[in-house]
């Protein structure tokens, strides 16, 4: 079973528009979630990490963290066509040597 | 910032093939990884190490052998390469455990035919 579920797999938002994406893990030893953007045909690269209860916020970007239901979300406000990508939220827990990866949101904003 | 160099960045070989997949990294990063990224999968991760001469089976090892020669260089082996194994390979490294920033190589395309 995946430690981590994302959703929705895909999703189309206008240019300006607010994109939102979901990430939950199932397991209750995770302690931290990282997201990360991933370009056509590039790498995979950190775009914002949160470790504690609330709301964090970068530029047009705010991820939220709810521990309890371990769940966090990244909202892209002013959507650009240049956030068109793949977003992977990953997952770490303090039993674990290293991150676990969900399956990603493929994020396109059209002009 | 962070630099992981993968060679080849693509590769072709055919089914039963030996191939070798090389990573570099000049970060002094302790953790280093080999993860596979298929469409609808994400990433996987293979193996990862903490160390030269330290190997650690990720959730995907079947067909797939590494090796952590030095600090910087991680080395994929499929040694009978099947046509299941053609993915986008990705080497990354971090300081410490995944509560760290991970840092990606621009991967290497093997298809095996």
């Known amino acids: 079973q995946q430690k981590v579920q994302q959703s929705p797999e895909s999703l189309i938002v206008p240019e300006g528009g607010m994109a939102s994406l979901n990430c939950t893990s199932s397991?209750?030893?995770?302690?931290y979630f990282w997201w990360y953007r991933q370009h056509s045909g590039k790498s995979p690269k950190m775009l914002m990490?949160?470790?504690?209860?609330g709301e964090k916020e970068e530029g047009r970007f705010t991820v939220h963290l709810n521990k309890a239901s371990l769940h966090t979300s990244l909202h892209i406000r002013d959507s650009q066509p240049s956030d068109s990508a793949l977003y992977l939220c990953?997952?770490?827990?303090?039993?674990?040597?290293?991150?676990?990866f969900g399956s990603g949101t493929k994020l396109t904003v059209e002009p | 910032e962070a630099a992981v160099t993968q060679s080849p960045r693509n590769k072709v070989t055919v089914t039963g093939g030996n191939v070798t997949l090389s990573c570099r990294q000049t970060?002094?990063?302790?953790?280093m990884y080999w993860y596979r990224q298929d469409t609808g999968h994400g990433l996987r991760l293979i193996h990862y190490?903490?160390?030269?001469?330290?190997?650690q089976i990720g959730d995907v090892p079947d067909g797939y052998k590494a090796t952590r020669t030095t600090q910087e260089d991680f080395f994929l082996l499929l040694e009978l390469a099947s046509p299941s194994q053609t993915s986008l390979y990705f080497c990354?490294?971090?300081?410490?455990?995944?509560?760290?920033?991970?840092?990606f190589g621009k991967g290497t395309r093997l298809t095996v035919v």
């Open positions: 990354a490294s971090s300081s410490d455990r995944g509560d760290t920033e991970v840092f």
């Open positions: 397991d209750r030893n995770v302690d």
């Open positions: 990490s949160i470790f504690s209860n």
């Open positions: 990953a997952a770490f827990g303090s039993n674990y040597n290293v991150l676990y």
């Open positions: 970060n002094s990063h302790n953790y």
């Open positions: 190490s903490y160390g030269a001469g330290n190997l």
